[in-house]
């Protein structure tokens, strides 16, 4: 069982930065592939990021390739996403989620989920 808390979110204007952070509870964290994704008003959720299970390997979308940067540090059982230029079409509910093994980039191949963090970019 693993059980994640985001934090982070916030107001900010176009061009500016936000880190996000995924809390994670549980011993096993390292075994869980983490992912962020996000929903916009209206829209269905999309993978943002991903990252494996002892951060080696990383994807992204590319809408936000080059500017967001997903870490972990297992040590602390917490994974971050920075992100940097933000566009006001960021704006979003930022979710992350963990599964056991590889990373997948579809939310239906991921188990658990925080409540997620909101996202403002204002133009």
């Known amino acids: 069982q693993v059980q994640l808390v985001e934090s982070g979110g916030g107001l900010v204007q176009a061009g500016d930065s936000l880190r996000l952070s995924c809390a994670a509870s549980?011993?096993?964290?390292?075994?869980?592939?983490i992912a962020w994704f996000r929903q916009a008003a209206g829209k269905e959720r999309e993978f943002v990021t991903a990252?494996?299970?002892?951060?080696?390997?990383?994807y992204y979308a590319d809408s936000v390739k080059a500017r967001f940067t997903i870490s972990r540090d297992n040590a602390q059982n917490t994974v971050y996403l920075q992100m940097n230029s933000l566009k006001p079409e960021d704006t979003a509910v930022y979710y992350c989620?963990?599964?056991?093994?590889?990373?997948?980039?579809?939310?239906?191949?991921?188990?658990?989920w925080g409540q997620g963090t909101q996202v403002t970019v204002s133009s």
């Open positions: 989620a963990a599964r056991f093994g590889a990373t997948k980039s579809r939310s239906n191949e991921y188990t658990y």
């Open positions: 549980g011993r096993t964290f390292s075994s869980y592939a």
């Open positions: 990252i494996s299970q002892f951060g080696r390997n990383t």
